[in-house]
């Protein structure tokens, strides 16, 4: 049947229910009539005008016409016909009329209350039925003594069923709360708070960690039992955890990089004859480190591929001369730090092949290999070599490209630097680790390998720059 027409059905039935409840008075008071008299007359016609009231005010108004001219009609003599005898039974009709019609009212207020609640009952279990907190309704059980022994669930919506590991959906409601959680009476945050809420009627909200997962619970009085809120936060407490982690990581690497800065700026200005010379050093410095942040931020500072670091560091001098390079090497992935390094290595090879080696001459090369220690996987030589420059030199004294290079890849187990400065070009092998597989990061405590991460670049010390400065 279509939807249009339910209506119309159900109002048919009501009608025929509410004649039926007439009917059926009718009887009554014709037996009572035989076996009593005319003592009391339409008594039995009320309780069909309030069961048809009940179901609507239409099929009430129905059962209080039909009982009206059955009474009147049929019952009261003259059988038949509508002659009154005296004036008692006029006012006997006009007050079964009148109660009739506020049985009607009051049982149309009655129905309109109920299906308020019935609707608002729904519209709860829908919201509760999808919503991500849990909430519980206990009713706490007493002793003896009237002291409160455990508390019995009375209500728990989904998700706080899917928070209950092990439980029954269908045992929950009914259940004891010490009987599924037997250590919830000693923890702080749970049955012992529940007795405080209790007493006090004050509404106590708190964090807590249970079987690993991590909890925000609100607790409220209710009438003589309890309402509980719970939501799953976990997610959210580690990720703080891990903020708090990166933002103490984040304070040393930029602590390191900003001593390597002012050392650099300071050994700089102690080579440099003039502000221009001082000026080009370091902006080339400062625009190598650059160009390795940027890179390590594209990868969210999780590592960075050698070739990507060599490219990178030598893009200002590939534009112009790539015919110059040739750069060859697999896919190698190595830590931020290493990265960091392994540019400002480059940097300074480059910057000194430029002034005095390969790149200052017409048809000078330089030649950049890599590949993995056949003996030691984990371990990554570098190849720099230059050729068709002037002939090299020993410098007399260190700078700061060969202190760098000397030191900063010092740190690791394997790893360093051979610089042979051969008559024929400059040769650099550079020797570092590659990136492992580091174990997962935990959430608790933090430990000093996680706070302290190694420096980005040797320190000052390292360099032989001292501590001005810094």
């Known amino acids: 049947?279509?939807?249009?027409?339910?209506?119309?059905?159900?109002?048919?039935?009501?009608?025929?229910?509410?004649?039926?409840?007439?009917?059926?008075?009718?009887?009554?008071?014709?037996?009572?009539?035989?076996?009593?008299?005319?003592?009391?007359?339409?008594?039995?016609?009320?309780?069909?005008?309030?069961?048809?009231?009940?179901?609507?005010?239409?099929?009430?108004?129905?059962?209080?016409?039909?009982s009206l001219f059955l009474a009147w009609y049929v019952l009261f003599p003259p059988s038949f016909s509508f002659a009154l005898n005296n004036v008692e039974e006029v006012w006997?009709?006009?007050?079964?009329t009148i109660s009739a019609a506020l049985?009607?009212?009051?049982?149309s207020a009655y129905r309109k209350a109920q299906a308020g609640r019935a609707a608002a009952s729904q519209l709860f279990k829908a919201i509760q039925d999808i919503s991500m907190e849990g909430v519980v309704i206990y009713r706490p059980l007493r002793d003896d003594a009237g002291a409160v022994a455990d508390f019995e669930y009375r209500y728990a919506n989904p998700a706080a069923i899917r928070f209950m590991s092990r439980s029954d959906p269908k045992r929950v409601v009914g259940g004891r709360l010490l009987e599924r959680l037997p250590l919830a009476r000693d923890n702080p945050h749970l049955f012992p708070r529940y007795l405080k809420v209790l007493e006090t009627g004050e509404t106590s909200e708190a964090e807590y960690e249970l079987g690993g997962r991590w909890f925000c619970s609100n607790v409220a009085k209710l009438e003589d039992g309890l309402v509980v809120t719970v939501r799953d936060v976990?997610?959210?407490?580690?990720?703080?955890?891990?903020?708090?982690?990166?933002?103490?990581?984040?304070?040393?690497?930029?602590?390191?990089?900003?001593?390597?800065?002012?050392?650099?700026?300071?050994?700089?200005?102690r080579s440099s004859s003039?502000?221009?010379?001082?000026?080009?050093?370091?902006?080339?410095?400062?625009?190598?480190?650059?160009?390795?942040?940027?890179?390590?931020?594209?990868?969210?500072?999780?590592?960075?591929?050698?070739?990507?670091?060599?490219?990178?560091?030598?893009?200002?001098?590939?534009?112009?001369?790539?015919?110059?390079?040739?750069?060859?090497?697999?896919?190698?992935?190595?830590?931020?730090?290493?990265?960091?390094?392994?540019?400002?290595?480059?940097?300074?090879?480059?910057?000194n092949a430029i002034k005095y080696g390969a790149l200052s001459a017409p048809d000078g090369q330089v030649i950049i290999e890599w590949r993995s220690d056949p003996e030691r996987p984990s371990l990554v030589h570098l190849i720099w070599s230059e050729a068709g420059g002037p002939f090299v030199r020993r410098p007399s004294s260190k700078g700061f490209g060969t202190r760098l290079l000397?030191?900063?890849?010092?740190?690791?187990?394997?790893?360093?630097?051979?610089?042979?400065?051969?008559?024929?070009?400059?040769?650099?092998?550079?020797?570092?680790?590659?990136?492992?597989?580091?174990p997962a990061m935990s959430v608790g405590a933090p430990q000093a390998s996680q706070m302290d991460p190694p420096a980005l670049l040797p320190t000052p010390a390292e360099l032989g720059l001292g501590s001005q400065g810094v």
């Open 234 to 269: 976990s997610a959210q407490h580690y990720s703080d955890e891990i903020q708090k982690l990166l933002a103490q990581e984040l304070h040393h690497r930029v602590k390191n990089m900003l001593a390597t800065v002012i050392s650099m700026t300071n050994f700089t200005a």
């Open 274 to 351: 003039s502000a221009v010379e001082l000026k080009d050093k370091l902006l080339g410095r400062f625009q190598a480190m650059a160009r390795a942040h940027e890179l390590l931020v594209a990868n969210s500072w999780t590592d960075a591929l050698v070739g990507e670091v060599v490219r990178g560091t030598l893009e200002p001098h590939l534009q112009s001369n790539a015919h110059r390079f040739a750069i060859t090497g697999p896919d190698v992935p190595v830590e931020p730090e290493t990265a960091l390094a392994l540019n400002m290595a480059l940097h300074e090879l480059a910057t």
């Open 406 to 438: 000397e030191k900063a890849f010092a740190g690791q187990e394997g790893s360093g630097v051979r610089l042979n400065f051969a008559r024929e070009g400059v040769r650099c092998e550079i020797i570092f680790m590659a990136k492992f597989a580091r």
């Open 92 to 96: 006997e009709l006009a007050l079964f």
């Open 103 to 107: 049985i009607i009212v009051v049982a």
């Open 1 to 66: 049947m279509p939807a249009a027409g339910r209506p119309g059905q159900a109002e048919a039935i009501s009608y025929l229910l509410a004649g039926a409840f007439v009917a059926l008075a009718f009887g009554a008071e014709l037996i009572l009539s035989s076996i009593v008299g005319n003592v009391v007359r339409l008594g039995s016609f009320y309780p069909a005008v309030l069961a048809s009231a009940l179901l609507g005010v239409a099929p009430g108004v129905f059962a209080l016409a039909a």
